[in-house]
């Protein structure tokens, strides 16, 4: 199979490289940087394999900038495969997509929310300024992954951005509004983890009893709406949310 090298500079419009994944998946690389319009033409793809399968295909997964498709190489072998992805590609429309929009509740603080003090002193800001910055960014899920759910967020605000602990804590819980580097994310279930947590949201991201598990799914756009402690409990209660219109 072909392949290429890519850096960070390549344009979202340069083709996509091709890499073998064992014996039985592909990864479609559409380039290196961490980019809304590379992560849109990740999406497109998966979408186009959903709406028009092809012959062989098992399972897409999309990343922040690439593409794994896991196949049966007894129905399409992977040279094959690679050229049908190709034409695929060339035809695919990749401007601005229908999204859906969630306005995502948090309890900002209190014993999820442990970094908010810490951080906003760090910042130079007060609780309030960092959750105001935080909750006023409009952010886009690039990828649910590492567990399952577990949404990673682009569009933290640049004075947000906060190296992980350098030793991860050992149970964080669902539902945990965390900060990476420069990335945000919506803890999905209990777990350890090493990021900065400033706050608890009610909404259950992942539920497997649910037709649909992932409440997010890559290309999502996520507001934070600060609630109460006292709303979240009422939120925690009720009834799943719906996302608002697409644009």
Same mark, same amino acid.
């Not at 900002?108 to 130079?124: F, I, P, R, S």
């Not at 990673?152 to 050992?170: C, I, V």
């Not at 999905?188 to 037709?211: E, Q």
């Given at each position: 199979?072909?392949?290429?090298?890519?850096?960070?500079?390549?344009? =979202?419009?340069?083709?996509?490289?091709?890499?073998?994944?064992?014996?039985?998946?592909? /990864?479609?690389?559409?380039?290196?940087?961490?980019? @809304? #319009?590379?992560?849109?033409?990740?999406?497109?793809?998966?979408?186009?394999?959903?709406?028009? =399968?092809?012959?062989?295909?098992?399972?897409?997964?999309?990343?922040?900038?690439?593409?794994?498709?896991?196949?049966?190489?007894?129905?399409?072998?992977?040279?094959?495969?690679?050229?049908?992805?190709?034409?695929?590609?060339?035809?695919?429309?990749?401007? #601005?997509?229908?999204?859906?929009? &969630?306005?995502? @509740? +948090? +309890?900002?603080?209190?014993?999820?929310?442990?970094?908010?003090?810490?951080?906003?002193?760090?910042?130079?800001?007060?609780?309030?300024?960092?959750?105001?910055?935080?909750?006023?960014?409009?952010?886009?899920?690039?990828? *649910?992954?590492?567990?399952?759910?577990?949404?990673?967020?682009?569009?933290? =605000?640049?004075?947000?951005?906060? =190296?992980?602990?350098?030793?991860?804590?050992?149970? *964080?819980?669902?539902?945990?509004?965390?900060?990476?580097?420069?990335?945000?994310?919506?803890?999905?279930?209990?777990?350890?983890?090493? &990021?900065?947590?400033?706050? &608890?949201?009610? &909404?259950?991201?992942?539920?497997?009893?649910?037709?649909?598990?992932?409440?997010?799914?890559?290309?999502?756009?996520?507001?934070?709406?600060?609630? /109460?402690?006292? #709303?979240?409990?009422?939120?925690?209660?009720?009834?799943? @949310?719906?996302?608002?219109?697409?644009?």
């Amino acid at each position: 199979m072909t392949t290429r090298p890519q850096t960070e500079h390549d344009a =979202p419009d340069s083709a996509p490289a091709f890499l073998p994944v064992g014996e039985s998946a592909l /990864s479609v690389q559409f380039g290196e940087a961490v980019d @809304p #319009e590379v992560n849109r033409r990740v999406i497109a793809l998966a979408q186009s394999l959903a709406d028009r =399968p092809v012959a062989g295909v098992l399972e897409s997964v999309p990343t922040y900038r690439s593409l794994l498709v896991n196949y049966d190489p007894a129905q399409v072998r992977g040279a094959a495969l690679e050229a049908l992805l190709a034409e695929r590609i060339a035809t695919l429309e990749t401007g #601005e997509q229908a999204t859906r929009l &969630w306005r995502v @509740p +948090v +309890v900002y603080g209190g014993e999820v929310g442990m970094d908010l003090e810490a951080l906003a002193e760090e910042k130079g800001l007060s609780p309030d300024e960092l959750i105001a910055l935080h909750s006023g960014a409009e952010y886009r899920v690039y990828m *649910i992954g590492f567990a399952p759910g577990f949404a990673y967020l682009g569009g933290l =605000p640049e004075k947000l951005h906060t =190296p992980r602990l350098a030793k991860p804590r050992q149970s *964080i819980v669902a539902g945990a509004i965390g900060i990476g580097g420069q990335q945000g994310s919506i803890n999905s279930v209990t777990g350890p983890s090493g &990021w900065r947590f400033v706050g &608890w949201t009610p &909404w259950r991201t992942f539920d497997a009893a649910r037709a649909e598990p992932f409440l997010f799914a890559a290309g999502d756009r996520l507001r934070f709406v600060p609630v /109460s402690a006292e #709303e979240a409990a009422a939120i925690a209660a009720g009834e799943m @949310p719906e996302p608002e219109a697409t644009r």
